[in-house]
């Protein structure tokens, strides 16, 4: 059994700078950061990474301990569905296998990473398609290798009610299935509550968080 495994190299990826931006301050102390990045060093060791399998679907991920793995995937103000990939069709049939959830998520700023896969005809026809009306201004479709295989990635993104969603999408098709890999990042604005609430973590660390995560992805064969 062979495991392929991601360069941590094929993720320099960026967050789009527009309305979904952190409602954090930019400057950060440089002992505050020195501590942070120590912190994150130790918790990406491979000695701290955890585990979780899917054998139905033949993959895994080695992922860092300061994200939890669900096996369901919780609803939201944009996430109104549970479906197995972001903005599902309703007549989708999928698999919501994992999600690893950033410690310290709340209302305010919630970090996700979400594997769904779906062995329906019409999912695999539709798998490297962004869904219709959400995607980014001026982002193009693009294409990443990932554990071995060549991903389709888009970002797509909502707004309003001072509630925000970003993500950026991976898609692949493999041994007949569509596998959809979802970070999102979501949450509301702390400048709508008296006194005004600070949330958990910018969005910025949130996907570096999960991206660190995505690393850990790999197939069986």
């Not at 930019?26 to 002992?31: C, L, Q, R």
């Not at 993959?59 to 996430?79: C, G, K, N, Q, V």
């Not at 970002?155 to 970070?183: F, K, P, Q, T, W």
């Amino acid at each position: 059994m062979l495991h392929y495994r991601l360069p941590a190299c094929l993720l320099t990826l960026c967050v789009s700078t527009n309305a979904l931006a952190s409602t954090l301050p930019s400057e950060v102390p440089v002992a505050a950061t020195s501590v942070a990045s120590a912190a994150s060093a130790a918790m990406d060791s491979p000695s701290a990474l955890k585990r979780f399998t899917s054998k139905p679907f033949g993959f895994f991920i080695d992922y860092p301990p300061d994200l939890e793995a669900r096996t369901r995937f919780d609803s939201s103000y944009f996430l109104t569905s549970t479906a197995w990939r972001l903005y599902a069709d309703p007549k989708e049939k999928g698999a919501p296998v994992v999600a690893l959830v950033l410690n310290g998520s709340n209302d305010l700023t919630r970090g996700e990473l979400r594997v769904g896969v779906s062995r329906a005809a019409e999912s695999i026809r539709t798998c490297l398609q962004p869904p219709p009306g959400y995607q980014l201004p001026m982002q193009r479709v693009g294409h990443v290798r990932l554990a071995g295989l060549n991903f389709t990635t888009f970002e797509v993104g909502d707004a309003g009610m001072s509630h925000r969603l970003n993500a950026r999408s991976y898609r692949v098709e493999r041994a007949g299935a569509c596998y959809a890999i979802d970070l999102i990042v979501s949450g509301t604005s702390g400048d709508v509550y008296d006194p005004p609430r600070t949330p958990p973590f910018s969005d910025d660390y949130a996907f570096r968080r999960l991206e660190r995560a995505l690393q850990g992805l790999g197939f069986f064969q």
